[in-house]
């Protein structure tokens, strides 16, 4: 199994805050990672795919980068809908695996 | 943009099983993964499993392996989850979550609340 990591678990910030969240994977995924957003109540939804590629409608100030183990979703300019909790997902194998997530929370 | 249905909430005994189907009209549903994703109160993501319906053999995570059985009828764009010997542990919203080319979990489901209670 392939073991996602994420930090920070949660993390405290302001609107215009620029915000880095990191994934780490227990081994090299090459690109296949993905980022999701979620909100209360909601089904997540597809931020990043790919590492690097902003899916369609995306704002983007939302941007992620890394190869191989370390991964990282940056958002440029915090907006109040952007607080939520954010997961990475690892599709490198046919078994795909979650991060355990960070709560992004208005400071 | 694919739209999937799933069905309705469920409560369950401790050790009895539960389906949760998801459909869609799309027709791009049969050829890529149907994923099977779940999250029990307060927590996180947990993906459990996935199948493309035109070629069945599923993968389930080893987690689930001997109480998760994931199944598809292609030519009715719908996907099943089964889920045995359940507990109160199981207790979660249950989506469904289709691939597409490049992306994963693209599209959701609403969810379906599963309880389990005695």
């Known amino acids: 199994d392939i073991q996602m990591t994420q930090s920070p678990s949660s993390l405290s910030a302001s609107v215009g805050d620029r915000v880095t969240l990191t994934c780490r994977a227990s081994r090299s995924i090459s690109g296949y990672v993905n980022w999701f957003q979620q909100k209360p109540g909601k089904a997540p939804k597809l931020l990043i795919y790919a590492a690097s590629t902003l899916q369609s409608g995306v704002p983007s100030r939302f941007s992620g980068s890394g190869s191989e183990t370390e991964f990282t979703l940056t958002i440029s300019s915090l907006q109040p809908e952007d607080f939520a909790t954010y997961y990475c997902l690892q599709s490198f194998t046919d078994l795909y695996s979650f991060s355990q997530g960070t709560k992004l929370e208005m400071k | 943009q694919v739209q999937l249905v799933q069905s309705g909430a469920e409560v369950k005994k401790p050790g009895s099983s539960v389906r949760v189907s998801c459909n869609s009209s799309?027709?791009?549903?049969?050829?890529?993964?149907v994923n099977w994703v779940r999250q029990a109160p307060g927590q996180g993501l947990v993906w459990m499993g996935s199948i493309i319906p035109i070629f069945g053999s599923p993968k389930v995570a080893p987690h689930l392996q001997g109480r998760l059985t994931i199944t598809a009828d292609a030519s009715a764009s719908a996907a099943y989850m089964d889920l045995r010997s359940l507990t109160a542990d199981d207790t979660a919203l249950y989506f469904c979550?289709?691939?597409?080319?490049?992306?994963?979990?693209?599209?959701w489901g609403q969810g379906t609340l599963v309880t389990v209670s005695s």
């Open positions: 799309g027709d791009s549903f049969s050829s890529f993964n």
């Open positions: 979550a289709r691939d597409d080319s490049f992306q994963p979990l693209v599209d």
